[in-house]
């Protein structure tokens, strides 16, 4: 049972456009939400990280936008660039499990020049 | 500051065979995580080992199966190999200063193993 799912599974944007990523969770005891990036051959890096105690966090062109009552959560990534082309996945994890975290199916963005 | 390092990166078994897999985690760093990433799954977790100790578990079958030596590095066992048992399959490494204290959790470039 996948505890967050992920959407869309792909996605194609044009250099400078918005680039929306979405996830949803059913687990309300989950507390902590990063995204991570992942390039070919590589592991998953973090991105960027919010709590539920705020609605929305903002770091450079990336932003993630926090909706606790209807338990969801997105990526913005502003201004999208060529090298931001890479697969994205959301995660959610609660402070019983400490490092152990569940993540979406992820989100393979290409951003055409 | 060196990565975290897994060894090796490339695997071909053949189903019924067992396979160890090694990972390296971040100096410091005495929280070791496992996942397996398959497409369509995203990353599933597989178990935690903190000091030695297993912490946390996934829902895998008994065949899987790891450990934590005193210098933190760790190594996952996957015994009676299966076809589904292909995927990459990812260490992470993270600081840890105590629960409910979210530590970034810096990942490896993962094992690809394939099994025939």
């Known amino acids: ?113 | 500051k060196a990565g975290v390092t897994q060894t090796p990166r490339y695997l071909i078994k053949t189903r019924g065979q067992q396979v160890t897999l090694s990972c390296s985690p971040i100096s410091g760093h005495r929280s070791v995580s496992w996942y397996q990433q398959t497409p369509g799954q995203g990353l599933q977790f597989l178990f935690e080992y903190f000091s030695e100790t297993q912490r946390n578990k996934g829902n895998f079958p008994g065949r899987f199966s790891g450990r934590q030596f005193s210098n933190s590095r760790s190594e996952m066992n996957v015994s009676t190999l299966e076809l589904g048992d292909s995927a990459l399959y990812l260490c992470a490494s993270s600081l840890d200063t105590g629960r409910g204290n979210y530590n970034e959790q810096f990942f490896g470039p993962g094992t690809r193993l394939t099994v025939l």
């Open chain 1, 1 to 113: 049972q996948q505890q967050v799912k992920q959407s869309p599974q792909s996605l194609i944007v044009q250099k400078g456009g918005i680039s929306i990523i979405n996830c949803a969770y059913e687990n309300t005891a989950f507390d902590y939400f990063p995204w991570y990036q992942q390039f070919p051959g590589k592991g998953p890096a973090l991105l960027i990280a919010i709590r539920p105690d705020v609605s929305e966090k903002k770091e450079g062109r990336f932003t993630i936008s926090f909706n606790k009552s209807a338990k969801q959560f997105s990526l913005h990534i502003m201004d999208s660039q060529p090298g931001d082309s890479a697969t994205y996945f959301c995660a959610a994890s609660y402070w019983v499990t400490g490092n152990q975290f569940y993540f979406g199916t992820g989100t393979s963005l290409t951003v055409i020049p």
